[in-house]
């Protein structure tokens, strides 16, 4: 259940600077303040194409999209972004922006007419930005709204999240559901800093160049801010390959849930599995340290994921540290990340060593996310295809996965 | 210890040399009478001129003195202009006679907008003002991301904020009517992670029209700073690691075939108007500088020959420690470079470049802006910049008009030219008590920093783990925070505000057939070149992998394959950049 459940559920906004605009200092002023302001904020990142502001807004079934923009073409772009909003099922989704003095009044005229809710010009206090925010665009959807395809997956997991909206926007089953098409779920944990977003953008990249036809989701979990309820959901900024239709790509604030997982994840993962379309399925916890299994801890026994991955950085602190990280017994999976860094040489046996004492014959992946290319990530996405029932094909079929029945 | 670590040191262990020095002066009877000595035969080397209304005065100030602990002190822990450790200036008569026509020009304008054409009729306006031929380019932002204009969803973005190129015709249109032979002709591009792909059609255009034999004489400066990009300009396409490797590739390349261009300017700017503190900028900029420095070195460069080819380039805005920031900076660049890369004196100077601070510049009330850029000029002076580009009033809202860009340009003219506060006496304030306190409390800052970033392991280790962007970030919320509480007085937005309207300037925007002429422009050359570009392609794919010198290839590549032909093809080969919050 979630902490708060009397209190209404978080506003959610995404925030994102246009293509080819690298201005980032005022968007991220305004991330921290809307955070502080008990808001989550999904963050996109920079020079962002109008696609994957749209893709991004449409997934995270966010109440509002902001778009900070300070390198002109301001009209052209926010009209794209309403545009195409509208046409992948995210027209109910406002949109406003600033740019300091490089959009003007006249802009915002033309800018209202095409579609753009508001624009906050130059000088304008932080306090009543966040004012007008909280005040226009928290306002729940009216009820019924019938959505489709993504959207729709992602409405649901916002009910699962907590009834920020009144049910209305259900979903029906989904295309390819029971007919067998469950996905595999791997759950991935690990310290903060271990890297474990990047490696698994960068296993996400592999199964787009190795799977054709299929598609991916993820679920990255990332933590409130115990005070305000807020969060700064970042995840996006570095997965530069989640840009793709073919992922789905959900960020979970874990409001007030002290397990590494929101608690939503459950339901969120069961939708996923239930939406019958995603060949795999990542599940990526906040940064856990040494005393749990945030996939084994959440009531729900092991089945809650089908498998885990444990991502360790070199610098665990020593031997006598991996006798105590209870991931390290429990993950099907292990995988030292930051092969580049001078500890890793050590990390390496240390970690294999310990592996060995269990007996069950787990061999430690050697990866160095950071770097394009790693053959070590590649040498774990083929462990991990093979583990999900996914086995690249040898002919010239259409799809390159066949499922393998166990 | 990283190499940061011991430049820290190399700094602290002059300054105890130092005070050394200047204790010895006061007991060593031998050692005071030879500074006695020196002193006097400076004060006798220097020339006499008179104001224009009648006052005789030497060119250069020197402190009132004959105590040999305090010449011992000026000497060792300032340096005469142009002497090492270079507090006071880079060269002895830096600002002098700006009528005669002598010295070096400080004046850099900066201009892009909308097509080559149109830029390059901004250069012709605005150089008719000017004695020397100074040209400084802005690019649009997809030229700044490697994108073509016909790149999907850029089409509102070409041509505004800056000029629109695609091709190495674009670059002949840019240019065309100057002579870049010319002695006193310097053109600057503000470009970074395309730099090479763009320099490589510089020189390619300049070959076209003034011959193969023109490349030596090609005289400028492209910014290339790929550390500054990441942690705070965020115009980064290709990996950390590759992207060092192009610069180098480019900064070796240039050394011996253009030795009169500068190909990286090291620069602190975008991390000041990012938020950091000047302290911050100072510290981030020189760390970064000196990381090229080990990186080259590595490669196996000759610090001597690169190390004259280095510029920086810092903001300054009103803050107190930029009177001193250019000083300091000189001086710690001066000393890290002789003790720790055992660098000689024309690799030891740090040569500057200035721009007036673009954050402190407000949309309202906007004509305050000049007052604004006017002080900031006089402090960049102060600290003795080899060049200063002054900001447009009308900035906050617009790219310049030329209105407000020449009353930027002419409010150099009236520090350096009109008033006689630098024209016939170097090292006016060098010295002075006020500025001695701040270089000390500045550099001290700027050496903890330093240390700070060393026992993250270095540059490059720090940056990985965010540390220079989260102190940019939280220097920048806290300015903030300043603006809207009123702690920090910004006049005619918190505090004093007259109630004027905010400006209806007329806005420099680029009218969409123009941005749609540059698509079919750019279609037509590849249209041309369709048989040519795949194997050109194919050449720097194979010197990419084979591990030879980009650069020189790219300047081949350059005549037959388009700005977002080459960044696809390279971002093809060693992977994208992966932001970084």
Known sequence: MPARSHAPAPVRILTAVPLCDGHDSAVTTINLELARHGIEVIYLGYHQPVSAIVRAAVQEDVNVVGLSSYNGGHIVFFKEVVDQLRQRGGGDIPVFGGGGGTITAADERVMKRQGTDRIFFAGTPLTEIMATIKRDYARRPKPGGRFTGDRALARAITLAEGGARPPGGRRKPARGAGSGHRGFVLGVAGPGGAGKSTLIDELVSRFLRRCPGGRIAILANDPSHPDSGGAILGDRVSAIYAQDDRVFFRSLATRGSLTGLSAAAPAAIEILRQAGEFDLVLVESVGVGQESDPFRTFGRGPHLVDATLFVVPPHYGGRIQLQKIALLAGADFVALNKCDHPMAHTARAEIQARLDQDGKGRRLHATTAARHFDPGVDALFDTLAQRAGLVPSTGGDKACWMEVTP | ?581
């Not at chain 2, 000029?377 to 580009?389: D, G, K, P, Q």
């Not at chain 2, 041309?528 to 194919?538: D, E, N, T, V």
């Open chain 2, 1 to 581: 210890m990283s190499q940061l670590g011991r430049i820290a040191d190399a700094v602290d262990t002059y300054n105890a040399h130092v005070t050394d020095e200047v204790a010895r002066a006061r007991t060593d009877a031998r050692f005071a009478a030879e500074l006695r000595e020196r002193w006097a035969r400076i004060q006798e080397s220097i020339d006499w001129t008179v104001s224009p209304t009648g006052t005789p005065l030497p060119r250069l100030a020197l402190p009132q003195t004959d105590d040999p602990g305090v010449i011992a002190g000026y000497l060792l822990g300032q340096g005469l202009p142009g002497e090492f450790p270079y507090a006071n200036a880079g060269y002895r008569e830096m600002y002098l006679d700006r009528d005669s026509g002598a010295g070096e020009e400080p004046m850099r304008l900066f201009a892009g907008l909308g097509l080559a054409e149109d830029t390059n009729k901004r250069f012709h306006y605005l150089s008719a003002h000017q004695k020397s031929l100074r040209l400084s380019t802005a690019f649009d932002g997809p030229t700044l991301y490697g994108l073509d204009s016909d790149h999907e969803g850029v089409l509102g973005k070409v041509g505004e904020g800056g000029v629109a190129i695609d091709t190495v015709e674009d670059m002949s249109r840019l240019f065309a009517g100057f002579d870049l032979t010319r002695k006193d002709a310097s053109v600057s591009m503000t470009m970074n992670a395309p730099a090479p792909v763009i320099l490589a059609m510089f020189i390619a255009a300049a070959k076209r029209r003034f011959g193969p034999d023109c490349v030596s004489q090609l005289r400028g400066t492209i910014q290339a700073d790929m550390l500054k990009e990441v942690q705070a300009q965020n115009e980064v396409i290709f990996p950390i690691e590759p992207s060092l490797r192009f610069l180098c590739d480019m900064i070796e390349w240039c050394v011996p075939n253009l030795p009169r261009w500068y190909p990286v300017s090291i620069s602190g700017y975008h991390i000041a108007e990012a938020g950091a503190t000047p302290v911050q900028q100072a510290a981030f900029t020189l760390s970064n500088g000196f990381t090229y420095v080990g990186l080259l070195k590595q490669r196996g460069a000759d610090v001597n020959q690169f190390g004259p080819r280095l510029s920086f380039f810092l903001d300054c805005g009103l803050d107190v420690e930029y009177l001193v920031l250019g000083r300091v900076a000189r001086r710690i660049w001066a000393i890290g470079m002789r003790d720790v890369f055992g660098a000689g004196a024309k690799a030891q100077l740090l040569k500057l470049h200035t721009q007036t601070s673009g954050r402190s510049l407000i949309a309202a009330e906007f004509q305050n802006n000049l007052t604004r850029t006017a002080v900031e000029l006089m402090l960049a002076y102060l600290n003795y910049t080899n060049s200063c580009h002054s900001n447009s009033a009308d900035e906050p809202f617009t790219t310049p008009t030329e209105k407000y860009a020449t009353l930027a340009s002419h409010g150099q003219s009236i520090i350096l030219e009109e008033s006689g506060v630098f024209k016939h006496m170097m090292n006016m304030f060098g010295g002075a008590p006020g500025l001695l306190v701040l270089e000390q409390q500045v550099e001290k800052a700027i050496l903890d920093v330093f240390r700070e970033m060393d026992t993250l392991g270095g540059v490059l280790a720090a940056q990985e783990q965010r540390y220079q962007r989260s102190k940019i970030q939280e220097a920048g919320h806290a300015y903030e925070e300043q603006v809207y509480g009123g702690a920090r007085p910004i006049i005619g937005l918190n505090r004093y505000k007259t109630g004027e309207p905010l400006p209806s300037v007329p806005l420099a925007r680029t009218p969409p057939r123009k941005q749609r002429l540059q698509v079919e422009r750019l279609r037509a050359f590849k249209r041309k070149h369709a048989k040519q570009a795949p194997a050109a392609l194919q050449r720097l794919e194979n010197v990419v992998r084979g591990g030879g010198n980009v650069f020189a290839e790219l300047v081949s590549t350059v005549e037959v394959c388009s700005l977002g032909q080459i960044t696809a093809c390279l971002t093809g080969i060693v992977g994208k950049f992966r932001p970084m919050v």
